[in-house]
């Protein structure tokens, strides 16, 4: 009987892995919020003769050495890996080369070059686009706000968030599959950040919503190209990078930095984004995999980051002797209750589309128990 039990559960155990990695959705729709319900694993299957259908995609920023026991790391997951994936899962009908970052146009102005088909799809930071498109302030993840990729996940999925930002995507010609990775995203520093009073004063690379925290906080936050933090950090023109662990390996902060407060701060949503004109094109079946698939593929490899960011974390330590800190529970506590107060209605009256996509992350929010 024990024997009987163990079997079933390892055949789910594997029904559900296989979900993950090759799985489509068909979502349920009652008003503006998609309910995800997975009915069944989908899989091309090629054709004798048919085509092969080759696209470009350009990275988000220059690919990760291997390291460890990975073939692919960190944010290459969601361009190399992706485009390996999406060649896997068609048998062989939609083959994705990688371009190099920049290599196409600047990333920053990916939403104009996509707009137009100038590639067929790339990955991006989408608070790049902050300026222009400040809806990307709620989008990417607001400080202290989903503490986990699953919270991130169901909300855009399950509570609406999707369907509420695509049409803001929609409007320069592009499909988004959000990235949500569990990070470990804190402050990489040359002091000692070992309570959030210690920010005050300091000179802090922000990206997104963190300025205004960071602001909140008494440091002086600056925005400053994820390439420059290693010599900013360097010359002391900053004193601190908030950045996932990635940028220890990445941009080798691990050489230039003393310490890394590693209490999660956000969950960041990066995002694949897809000329819908050139995904038209595409068979019927392999849009599906795109559109809906993709979202488990990214869900499976941000599960995969957050143990690769360890190792980094700990491979620093080792090697460099960066020493790492945390926030209490209740240090956290105080900033999250000074960002919802402070910040993300900053944040929201931004534009209408804001006050819309934060009424949904706080109810989201509250609907699974979180107090903000």
Avoid at 315 to 344: F, I, M, N
Wanted: neutral net charge; contains cysteine.
């Amino acid at each position: 009987m024990a024997k009987r039990a163990l079997t079933v559960i390892l055949a789910i155990a594997l029904t559900l892995v296989l979900m993950v990695v090759f799985g489509c959705t068909q979502p349920a729709t009652t008003g503006t919020t998609t309910t995800v319900t997975v009915t069944k694993t989908v899989q091309a299957t090629q054709p004798a003769g048919s085509e092969v259908i080759k696209w470009r995609m350009q990275a988000i920023m220059a690919e990760s050495p291997a390291m460890g026991h990975w073939n692919t790391m960190l944010n290459s997951l969601d361009d190399k890996g992706w485009a390996q994936w999406v060649k896997n899962v068609t048998n062989g009908r939609l083959e994705i080369s990688v371009v190099p970052a920049d290599s196409v146009y600047p990333g920053a102005e990916a939403l104009n070059n996509m707009k137009q088909g100038v590639i067929e799809c790339c990955q991006v930071m989408p608070a790049w686009f902050a300026g222009t498109m400040p809806e990307t302030y709620i989008a990417s993840g607001l400080p202290l706000a989903w503490l986990t990729a699953y919270e991130a996940f169901d909300c855009y999925y399950n509570y609406g968030l999707y369907d509420a930002m695509q049409p803001v995507y929609g409007a320069y010609n592009v499909i988004h599959i959000p990235v949500l990775t569990q990070e470990v995203s804190g402050i990489i520093a040359t002091f000692d950040p070992s309570s959030p009073e210690t920010v005050k004063g300091k000179n802090i690379r922000v990206w997104g919503a963190w300025g205004k925290a960071i602001e909140a906080l008494g440091g002086n936050p600056l925005s400053i190209a994820f390439a420059d933090c290693y010599m900013a950090l360097k010359l002391g023109t900053i004193d601190g990078v908030m950045t996932g662990a990635v940028g220890l390996e990445q941009a080798k902060l691990k050489e230039v930095a003393t310490h890394h407060m590693i209490s999660n701060l956000i969950i960041p949503a990066k995002a694949i984004l897809i000329n819908k004109d050139h995904l038209a094109k595409l068979p019927a079946d392999i849009q599906k995999i795109l559109v809906e698939g993709s979202r488990y593929y990214t869900a499976g490899t941000s599960g995969i980051a957050n143990i690769q960011h360890q190792y980094v974390i700990a491979q620093a330590v080792k090697d460099y002797g960066l020493k790492t800190r945390t926030w209490t529970p209740e240090q956290l506590a105080q900033v999250t209750k000074l960002c919802s107060e402070k910040v993300w209605p900053f944040y929201g009256d931004k534009s209408p589309k804001c006050k819309e996509l934060l009424d949904i992350v706080v109810k989201h929010l509250r609907a699974i128990g979180r107090n903000v």
